[in-house]
C-alpha cells in the first residue's frame, strides 16, 4: 500500500519542482551578447552627443542591439519581479523587436513583443505595441505602461537635466541601429 501511494507523491513532488515550457514564439537563433561595457559605451556615446549638442543645437545619437540588449538586461535584472528575463532587441525593418522568457509559477514561455518606436507632439520617444506573444501564458497587465515606464527612465535617466530642453525629431531604425535626432530647445 505504500508503495502504491509513494510513486504519485514521487510524481507530484517532481511536477512542482520543475518547471514546464509552453512555447511561445520562437527565440532567434543569432544571439546578442550582454555586457557591462555596451551600457558604459551607451552611457559615453549619450554623453559625448549631449557635449556636441550643446554647441550646434543638434543631438544625433545612435543605438545598437548590443547597447540596448544590454541595457534592457542590466534594468530588468535589478528588478524585484522583472516581466521578464534573457531579453535580446533587434532593432530591423523599422522596429524594435524584444525577446525574452517570461515565467509565471512553474510555466516559462518564449516571449515577443514588436514596437514602433517614435517622437510624440512633445518631443518625447513613442512606444506603440505592435505586436505581443506571451505563448499560451496571459499578457502581464499593464504591459505597454511597463515598458514605456522603462523608455522614460532611459531617456530621462541617461539624457539627465537636458532630457527636458531636448525635442527628438526623428527616430529610425534599420540594420541592427536606432538613430535618434533631436535638437536642443
Same mark, same amino acid.
Given at each position: 500500500?505504500?508503495?502504491?501511494?509513494l510513486f504519485p507523491f514521487l510524481?507530484?513532488?517532481?511536477?512542482?519542482?520543475?518547471?514546464?515550457?509552453?512555447?511561445?514564439?520562437?527565440?532567434?537563433?543569432?544571439?546578442?551578447?550582454?555586457?557591462?561595457?555596451?551600457?558604459?559605451?551607451?552611457?559615453?556615446?549619450?554623453?559625448?552627443?549631449?557635449?556636441?549638442?550643446?554647441?550646434?543645437?543638434?543631438?544625433?545619437?545612435?543605438?545598437?542591439?548590443?547597447?540596448?540588449?544590454?541595457?534592457?538586461?542590466?534594468?530588468?535584472? +535589478?528588478?524585484?519581479?522583472?516581466?521578464?528575463?534573457?531579453?535580446?532587441?533587434?532593432?530591423? %525593418? /523599422?522596429? $524594435?523587436? &524584444?525577446? !525574452?522568457?517570461?515565467?509565471?509559477?512553474?510555466?516559462?514561455?518564449?516571449?515577443?513583443?514588436?514596437?514602433?518606436?517614435?517622437?510624440?507632439?512633445?518631443?518625447?520617444?513613442?512606444?506603440?505595441?505592435?505586436?505581443?506573444?506571451?505563448?499560451?501564458?496571459?499578457?502581464?497587465?499593464?504591459?505597454?505602461?511597463a515598458i514605456t515606464a522603462i523608455?522614460?527612465?532611459?531617456?530621462?535617466?541617461?539624457? +539627465?537635466?537636458?532630457?527636458?530642453?531636448?525635442?527628438?525629431?526623428?527616430?529610425?531604425?534599420? %540594420? /541592427?541601429? $536606432?538613430? &535618434?535626432? !533631436?535638437?536642443?530647445?
Amino acid at each position: 500500500m505504500k508503495r502504491k501511494l509513494l510513486f504519485p507523491f514521487l510524481a507530484l513532488i517532481l511536477t512542482l519542482a520543475c518547471t514546464v515550457f509552453t512555447g511561445g514564439p520562437d527565440y532567434p537563433a543569432q544571439t546578442i551578447p550582454v555586457s557591462t561595457e555596451a551600457v558604459d559605451s551607451l552611457k559615453q556615446q549619450i554623453e559625448q552627443a549631449v557635449i556636441d549638442g550643446a554647441q550646434s543645437g543638434v543631438i544625433y545619437l545612435f543605438i545598437n542591439e548590443t547597447q540596448l540588449t544590454s541595457y534592457l538586461a542590466f534594468k530588468l535584472t +535589478g528588478s524585484p519581479e522583472p516581466m521578464f528575463t534573457d531579453p535580446q532587441v533587434f532593432l530591423r %525593418d /523599422g522596429q $524594435m523587436r &524584444i525577446y !525574452g522568457k517570461s515565467k509565471q509559477g512553474m510555466f516559462t514561455a518564449n516571449i515577443g513583443i514588436i514596437l514602433e518606436v517614435g517622437a510624440d507632439e512633445q518631443g518625447k520617444p513613442k512606444l506603440q505595441i505592435v505586436s505581443a506573444d506571451f505563448g499560451p501564458l496571459p499578457l502581464p497587465s499593464g504591459l505597454n505602461e511597463a515598458i514605456t515606464a522603462i523608455i522614460d527612465e532611459a531617456y530621462t535617466g541617461s539624457l +539627465g537635466p537636458v532630457a527636458t530642453g531636448l525635442r527628438i525629431e526623428t527616430i529610425l531604425i534599420a %540594420d /541592427g541601429v $536606432m538613430a &535618434i535626432v !533631436g535638437r536642443i530647445r
